[in-house]
């Protein structure tokens, strides 16, 4: 059984599902940074680094439509304000898709603050905001994207924290046309990233270093070809993503991190929606 996709463009999904550990050196390129990016120990460890000059970046060579997206990170650890590290999958142009982890420096001994955000036909505003329930800085821990046909799942450490549900049913754009690279940067933004830019990059601090490894697609890779493409439905074990949602035991762990961790959901900020809050709100 095939799982048929409609593309608008002239370009086709080589649709074997490709399940692979990542090495930095084959399924990445360096984007900015004049060095500040390295790759390191045969291709298994990547470190992106940041000063006042300029921070530093790399993209994924493939882009995916639909995947399950995985990446081990180590954030800046001490004194992290005004410094953004993200990881996010991205269409191009102005009607682009996009799926948003960023992750909020904070003064020493203060949390992180996990933002997110899903973008669709150029449009986001669908910020939630979470902390961490350990710290960032001491370890790798893992950050996942699934996204499929049926929903967005953002995951930390194998745990659901949000969930966007295709609701194009109800009007509500969805991404499922748009192939996306996978994207990665440290950078600055001192003029909002901490306290809504009340607390400024401490430069003497620098260069601040965010590091990765272990990086892992199950995905469907986006190729040069005809218009139209099929994505096998087998039974594997490597394709259950595709199908994959919230089970019961899911919808209870992101219930916990909702009521115990979130700092702000789009969905409930009555001052920035007046007039009512968008449709998915109340679906």
């Known amino acids: ?132 329930w350990f710290d960032p800085t001491k370890g790798f821990h893992s950050y996942t994207i699934l996204w499929n046909p049926q929903s967005i799942i953002f995951s930390v450490d194998g745990t659901p924290i949000r969930q966007f549900k295709n609701l194009e049913s109800n009007g509500i754009p969805y991404p499922k046309d748009q192939p996306m690279w996978m994207y990665s940067s440290l950078w600055d933004a001192e003029d909002w990233a901490t306290r809504g830019g009340l607390v400024k990059t401490d430069w003497s601090q620098a260069p601040f270093i965010a590091s990765y490894q272990n990086y892992n697609a199950q995905a469907c890779i986006w190729s040069s070809g005809s218009s139209t493409s099929s994505c096998s439905k087998s039974n594997s074990s490597a394709n259950s993503w595709l199908t994959e949602s919230l089970d019961s ?17 789009y969905c409930t900020d009555k001052s920035r929606f007046p007039q009512g809050f968008p449709h998915e709100c109340s679906l």
Do not use: C
């Open 1 to 132: 059984m095939a799982y048929a996709l409609s593309v608008k463009a002239s370009l086709v999904l080589s649709f074997f599902v490709v399940a692979f550990a990542g090495n930095f050196y084959q399924d990445f390129d360096i984007t900015f940074g004049d060095g500040r990016a390295q790759i390191l120990q045969n291709g298994k460890l990547l470190t992106l680094s940041l000063d006042k000059t300029s921070g530093s970046g790399f993209r994924s060579k493939n882009q995916y439509l639909f995947g399950k997206i995985d990446i081990q990170m180590k954030l800046v650890p001490g004194n992290s304000a005004g410094t953004v590290t993200t990881y996010y999958l991205s269409s191009i142009g102005s009607n682009h898709d996009e799926i948003d982890f960023e992750f909020l420096g904070n003064l020493s001994g203060e949390p992180y603050i996990l933002h997110t955000n899903v973008y669709t036909q150029g449009k986001g505003g669908r910020e939630q905001q979470f902390y961490l």
């Open 249 to 265: 035991s899911g919808l209870e762990r992101i219930n916990w991190v909702q009521k115990n961790y979130m700092i702000y959901n």
